[in-house]
């Protein structure tokens, strides 16, 4: 699988930086446009657009950006991707503009698309196969710390000195990543490729090989994403105050990012299989979206715990499974798609939890989510064609 020599640890640590920064800068911004963006949004139409910017602009290039890490290597890909963030973010510094909020935001989205998957990529490179799950699951720990971080600390910073200190922060996070990694991280030439046709990309990404730890990753990001945007809706609801609700969304978040590399580590060692991992981890994703129809503190606490649980199951084991069933070559372009689909999950969690709680109440809306993740379980089980690594 491996055709390098295994990076250090204080190599991969940049690569580390970079998951860190896509998920604080996609947080730190959007949890802080509806309070301290002046006359940038007028409305929740706009609001929304602005906050659609960013997750629409990972939805349409992060296929195309892991493509090119293929092409021309993954390191000058996320390189590129950092210093287009820092650029991105500096524009909004410079201008303090309501139309340059939307350029620096849709700047944003596309830098990250690129820096994304090409970090994937490259720990997949840069790590043997018997350490995949390690790599990625302290890459996903920093993430979720990222997540965890960006409204909290986005906040304070809004608050001392607007949206513009905000970004000023970002554009110095994206620029001293970029240059970390252009120091640490080893070069990675581009493999030799065969020639593929649409047909044979068709063909690869129907694979269950690859449609298996995709659907994974998307239902366990829709659960994320759910109990983040719903469990406080679900909260207030119940009488808590904002104090409360903002603690059962830190336990969602510390959760999966402490389950990250405990996970990663099994499977590395034997411990665990993919195919188990990525079941139980549904699973439970689905129990802790059962539990949230519970009415009080304490539904909300045991939904925010177990989607926390869950979702730190899935993700490592997930891109852990693709990896080890994906041509080095192709690499970008396998962590591109399934960073796609996480996109999708994302996106859909939320709207099938509102189509149905608009209709019947929330507690519909999480039951209804929590029988779709529940079946994909069940199918992964019976099935039994989730690709098994590490063990």
Known sequence: MNDIAPAS???MWPLYAAGFTTAFGAHAVAANLGGHTGDAVTSLLMLGGLLALYDGAEVLLKPVFGSLADRVGARPVMLGGLVAFALASAAYVLADSPGWLWAARLGQGAAASAFSPAAS????????????????????????IGYTLGPLLGGVLAW????????????????AVAGWALLAVPVVPPLPRSRQTVLDLARRLADPAFLGPTAALAGATAALSVGVGFLPVSGRA??????????????????????????GRALDDGRLTARAGLTAGLAIAAAGLAAATLP???????????????????????????????????LGQTMGAAELGRELGDAGGPLLVAAVASLA??????????????????LALTRGRTPDTGG
């Open 296 to 330: 009080g503190l304490a539904g909300v606490l045991a939904g925010a715990a177990l989607i926390g649980v869950g979702t730190g199951l899935v993700t490592p084991l997930g891109f852990a499974a693709l990896a080890s069933r994906t041509p080095p070559a192709r």
């Open 361 to 378: 109440g929330l507690a519909y809306g999480f039951a209804a989510l929590a029988v779709l993740l529940a079946a994909g379980a069940a």
């Open 121 to 144: 990529a490259l720990l997949a490179r840069l790590n043997p196969a018997a350490k995949h799950g390690r790599a990625f699951g302290s890459y996903g720990f920093w993430k979720s």
């Open 9 to 11: 640890r204080r190599q």
């Open 160 to 175: 001392a000195g607007g949206l513009r200190l905000l970004f000023v922060v970002l554009t110095l996070l994206g620029a």
């Open 238 to 263: 119940a009488g808590l105050g904002t104090i409360a609700t903002g603690a059962a969304v830190s336990v969602l978040a510390a959760c999966a990012a402490l389950v990250q590399p405990r996970a």
